[in-house]
Each structure stands twice: as structure tokens, then as C-alpha cells.
């Protein structure tokens, strides 16, 4: 059974830094996309950066910069982790880390990435930002 946990986030005020880390466990795929997306209320859930097994990365625009996705790689877990740095209210949102076994898919532009092809999501995770 493939499960998605999720560690920090939090309050911090504007220009702050906040760390997110997602333990992936049971996936059985050789080759993967992982990465955070993230929901602000009353707006459409989009995506933030992503990694593949070989460690390239994608990013939206709007936190190129600023975050920074890394993973760290163990027999049995995986785990995606989001340095976010130089934190705006704006990037106030709920975040989800999300895992597919598409790999094509981290090749896509993240404003435009295919979230049906992520088949496991965590349970979201807050980050607030105040100014």
C-alpha cells in the first residue's frame, strides 16, 4: 500500500523560510514523478516543483528562486522535500505532496501538469504566510 506523510509547514511571516517533507512508502514503481502541489481557499489547486528518480527538477514560476525540491532516497521510502524560502502571503495554501509513476510527467510544464496522473496524494499539509 503506497502512503504519502507529510511533516512540516506552519506560520511564518513574510520573507521566512518553512520546510516541507513527504515520506513515500510502499511505492513500487522504478520510475516516478513526486513533488508538492498546493490549494489557496477559493482558488484551483496548481503545481509547485517536482523531482524525478535522476533528481531533475521543475518549477512553477511563481517560486523559481525561492523553493527548492531535493529527495532523499532509502530501500524502502522516498522523500520528497520543499525548501521554501523568501516566503510571500501569497503562497498561503494548503500544500499536498503527490507521487505518479509517470515519470513523462515531470518533464511537463508545471502550470499546465497533468494532476490525474498522480495517482497518490498526501493528506496536505498548512502553510501560512502573514505580511
Known amino acids: 500500500q503506497v502512503q504519502l506523510v507529510e511533516s512540516g509547514g506552519g506560520s511564518v511571516q513574510s520573507g521566512g523560510s518553512l520546510r516541507l517533507a513527504c515520506a513515500v512508502t510502499g511505492f513500487p514503481y522504478s520510475d516516478y514523478c513526486m513533488g508538492w502541489f498546493r490549494q489557496a481557499p477559493g482558488k484551483e489547486r496548481e503545481g509547485v516543483a517536482f523531482i524525478n528518480r535522476a533528481s531533475t527538477t521543475n518549477y512553477a514560476d511563481s517560486v523559481k528562486g525561492r523553493f527548492t525540491i531535493s529527495q532523499d532516497k532509502t530501500k524502502t521510502t522516498v522523500t520528497p522535500t520543499l525548501q521554501m524560502n523568501s516566503l510571500k502571503p501569497e503562497d498561503t495554501a494548503m500544500y499536498y505532496c503527490?507521487?505518479?509513476?509517470?515519470?513523462?510527467?515531470?518533464?511537463?510544464?508545471?502550470?499546465?501538469?497533468?494532476?490525474?496522473?498522480?495517482?497518490?496524494w498526501g493528506q496536505g499539509t498548512q502553510v501560512t504566510v502573514s505580511s
Open positions: 503527490a507521487a505518479s509513476d509517470i515519470k513523462a510527467v515531470c518533464s511537463s510544464s508545471v502550470q499546465k501538469i497533468s494532476q490525474p496522473a498522480f495517482r497518490f
